[in-house]
C-alpha cells in the first residue's frame, strides 16, 4: 500500500485569505498580527461573546458599531481552515452590506441567480435567487464560511475589537448587574508514545466582569450548557457527505451561477458552485452516522492515499449518478470531504438574565438552504442592538424576553412544528405536495422566505414570517 501523501487545498476552491502575511500558527494557518503573542481578554468589559465564528464576529461589529466595548473569546487555537456553510441569503449580505462589507464579500464570492429544484431527471421547480438590476448586485452569494469569517475578522481587528484565540469559557455567575465569566488559556503538549499527539492543557485562569455575555459558541455551546439550558428535537437527525471537488469535464447544464437541489424519495442532495471553478456537493446518506456534529476544521491539509483516490471517485460518482441523472461531469480530484450529522433542534430558551445564545449555540437545522448560519448571523445582530439599547439608552431588560419568544417562534416555524407554508391556487401538484420538505431549502429566513416561497405558489399561514 502506498503511503499516504499531504494534500493541500486547490486554489481553485479556496484562495488565500485577506489577511496579513505572517509565520504560520501552529495548527497550520495565518493570524492577524494583533494576535501574536496571544492577549489577555480584560479583566472587564460591556460585553463578552464566546465563540469567534459569523454570529460571534457579527454580534461584536454591531456592537462596537455602537459604542459599546466588545472582545471576543474562542477555544479554538486559530481560525477555522474548513466550514460546512457556503451560503450567504440576500438579506444577510445586506445586513453585512451596512456595515461596509459588501464590496469585499462580493469580490470573494459567487452571486447565485437561481435555486432549482430537480426530482430524477425531471426538472420541478426553480427559484430567482438574484438580485434585481439597481440593488448592487445583493442576492445569495456562494461564499465559504472560513472566506466570510476572514472578511469579518478583518474587520473586527479593523475596528479594534479584541479576538483572543486559545482562551475557553469555564463558568459563569450572574447577579444583578454583571456577569462574573471565568476563562481559561489553553495550551497545547505533547503526549503519547511512540508517536506523539497534542492535548490541551489549562495555562491560567482569568477572571473577566462583563454586563452581558453573549453565546455564540456552536452547537456544542459550553454557554448553553452552563446555563442549563436543554435543547428540544424537532425532527430525525439526517447525516451528509460534503465533499468539493474538481469537476473532470465542464458541467455542460449545470450554469456557475445555479444552486441544484435533487429530491429523492427520503433524500435531498444539493450542487453548490464555488469561487474559482469549483464544486460542492453535499450528500445525504441513507441512514445518520455518528450523531455528532463535530467542530469545525481549523488544519489547512487533509491526507489522503492514492490507492484508494482512484475508488473513491468511482464510489462518489455513482452514488451522485443515482441521485442527479443530469450531473455528467463527473470527478477529477476531490480536495476536501467530511461527514456530519445534523439534528433539527433548538434550544428550549436563548438566554436568561445578562447571558444570551446566537447562531447555532441555539438551534440546528438542515444544510440545504444555509439557514441555521444566516438566521443566526439575523440573531447575533438583533441581540447586539437590544443590549446597546439597554446600555446606552437605559431601555428595559424586556428586550431580552422579546427577543426570546421571537426566536422560539421562528424555529417553530422553520423546523415545521407549526403550519408555516400553504399551498395557494398558483402551487403546482409538486409544490404543493413537498412544501414542507422545500421549506428548509428555501435560501432565506422571515418575511424574505415568504417572498421567495411565493413564487412556488406557496404562502404563509402567519400574519407577521
Known sequence: MAPPRIHWPRANTHSPRPKPTLPPAPCGFRLPSDLIPMPNPSTKID??????????????????????????????????????ACGLHASSLERLGRLGLEASLLDAGIPIQTFSFHEGSEHRADLRVGGSPGASGRGLLSIPQDRLEAILEKAAHDRGIRVSWGYRLDDLHQDDHTVRATVEKLGLTSVGYPFARSEEMVE???????????????????????????????????????????????????????????????????????????????????????????????????????????????RVDKHIRTRAPWFQAGIAEINWQTLIDYEPKVATRFGQDRCWLAGDAGHQTSPIGMQSMNVG???????????????????????????????????????????????????????????????????????????LAAQLGLGSSCANP
Do not use: M
Not at 228 to 245: D, K, L, M, N, Q
Not at 249 to 271: F, K, Y
Not at 390 to 413: A, F, K, V
Not at 427 to 437: C, F, I
Open 47 to 84: 460585553v463578552l461573546v464566546v465563540g469567534a465564528g459569523p454570529s460571534g464576529l457579527l454580534a461584536a461589529l454591531e456592537l462596537a458599531q455602537a459604542g459599546v466595548s466588545v472582545e471576543i473569546i474562542d477555544r479554538a487555537p486559530c481560525p477555522t481552515a474548513r466550514s460546512c
Open 204 to 314: 491560567r485562569e482569568i477572571e473577566v466582569y462583563a454586563k452581558f455575555v453573549i453565546g455564540a459558541d456552536g452547537a456544542a455551546s459550553h454557554v448553553r450548557q452552563v446555563l442549563g439550558i436543554p435543547t428540544r428535537a424537532c425532527g430525525p437527525a439526517v447525516s451528509y457527505e460534503i465533499f468539493e471537488f474538481k469537476p473532470a469535464s465542464p458541467p455542460q447544464n449545470t450554469p456557475v451561477d445555479e444552486v441544484r437541489v435533487a429530491v429523492g424519495p427520503g433524500s435531498l442532495d444539493t450542487l453548490w458552485p464555488l469561487p474559482g471553478g469549483g464544486w460542492r456537493w453535499s450528500l445525504q446518506l441513507d441512514t445518520p452516522s455518528s450523531g455528532e456534529h463535530p467542530d469545525k476544521e481549523r488544519s489547512a491539509f487533509v491526507v489522503l492515499n492514492d490507492v484508494t483516490d482512484g475508488a473513491e471517485h468511482q
Open 377 to 451: 448571523l439575523r440573531e447575533a445582530a438583533d441581540l447586539a442592538q437590544r443590549i446597546a439599547k439597554i446600555l446606552r439608552s437605559g431601555s428595559s431588560l424586556d428586550l431580552l424576553g422579546e427577543y426570546n419568544l421571537q426566536r422560539l417562534t421562528e424555529w417553530s416555524r422553520l423546523h415545521g412544528q407549526a403550519e408555516f407554508l400553504i399551498a395557494g391556487p398558483r402551487a403546482s401538484g409538486w409544490a404543493a405536495g413537498h412544501r414542507s420538505r422545500i421549506l428548509p431549502c428555501i435560501p432565506e429566513s422571515g418575511a424574505a422566505l415568504v417572498e
